[in-house]
């Protein structure tokens, strides 16, 4: 989202409301993680996850929240 060309209020909506649709819920700004509530199971949180983003580099792999609080140990 840092890349966006202007970055006000109704460009981050519609950035996260695209990612949203593309059933992405992990978006980062920066150093922060945004996470959109998808009001529904979704499957981000298997073991195949568990490995993909443990000892990998934060943004390695798309936004997640299992690299965010790998890079906190």
């Known amino acids: 989202m840092v890349l966006l060309g202007k970055l006000n209020e109704q460009a981050i909506v519609d950035n996260l409301r695209k990612r949203f649709m593309a059933n992405s819920i992990f978006t980062y700004i920066g150093p922060v993680l945004i996470a959109v509530n998808p009001f ?27 690299a965010l609080a790998d890079n906190m140990f």
């Open 40 to 66: 529904r199971e979704m499957p981000y949180f298997t073991d195949r996850e568990v490995e993909l983003y443990q000892g990998a580099a934060q943004y390695e792999n798309p936004p997640h929240i299992y």
